[in-house]
């Protein structure tokens, strides 16, 4: 299991930090797991699931 820092997930996401952390608050992204008192980190396939569920979604709004 990998994990990835906030950083690489902004990169893979191409999100904002301020978007990325309202999504988590709304619950449709990934929580990030606590390695310690002040890091956290996210695995790195729960990022690109939420990626891909977004582009799907995408997709299916653009052809209804």
């Not at 390695?35 to 299916?60: F, G, P």
Request: charged share 25%; hydrophobic share 40%; net charge positive.
């Amino acid at each position: 299991m990998n994990v990835i820092k906030l950083r690489e997930v902004l990169r893979i996401t191409k999100c904002s930090k301020s978007f990325w952390h309202g999504q988590i608050e709304n619950g449709t992204a990934p929580k990030p797991i606590k390695l310690s008192d002040r890091a956290v980190s996210w695995v790195i396939n729960d990022a690109t699931e939420w990626l891909e569920q977004r582009i799907n979604q995408s997709k299916q709004d653009t052809a209804a």
